[in-house]
């Protein structure tokens, strides 16, 4: 049985939560497959018209939130400065790669960028401080 990736790791399917057998065909009702064709229509065609730069922004700002995640985590808990600094890098991958190209995200972007690499100069610094 396949597993899982979700961002807590991997997890295994439970079966017993799955009414149906392997490999047995599910008997759909014909108007309820009209509806979700008509809503994945209707999705593509607003993702469509969403404009490339916004979606791309939207994901760099996921990014940016995954590098503050990791760098303040729960009480107790250390920050994670490794996890950190992937996600730093793949948003300057996106914001420093795209530049303008990201209309009129680019400048918060690099704003948000800039604010989040001292942010995590200032965590690893007094992590590694704590280490001595």
């Known amino acids: 049985m396949s597993s899982l990736w979700t961002p807590s790791g991997e997890h295994l399917p439970d079966p017993a939560h799955d009414e149906h ?3 047995e065909r599910r008997e ?3 108007a309820d497959e009209a509806a979700l064709e ?4 209707r999705a593509r065609a607003e993702l469509a018209a969403t404009p490339v730069e916004a979606i791309i922004a939207n994901h760099a700002v996921g990014l940016w939130q995954l590098a503050v995640l990791h760098l303040t985590p ?5 920050p994670d400065v490794e996890a950190a600094a992937l996600a730093i890098d793949a948003m300057a991958a996106l914001v ?3 530049g303008d190209r990201l209309g009129e995200n680019a400048a918060p972007l690099r704003d948000a960028l ?10 690893r ?3 590694s401080t704590n280490d001595l």
């Not at 008509?38 to 229509?41: A, D, T």
């Not at 729960?74 to 250390?78: A, I, R, S, T, V």
């Open 21 to 23: 057998a392997p490999g």
């Open 28 to 30: 759909v009702d014909p």
């Open 38 to 41: 008509q809503e994945l229509r």
């Open 74 to 78: 729960d009480e107790g808990e250390p």
């Open 96 to 98: 420093d790669g795209l």
């Open 114 to 123: 800039a604010q989040l690499r001292l942010a995590f100069v200032q965590v």
């Open 125 to 127: 610094d007094r992590d």
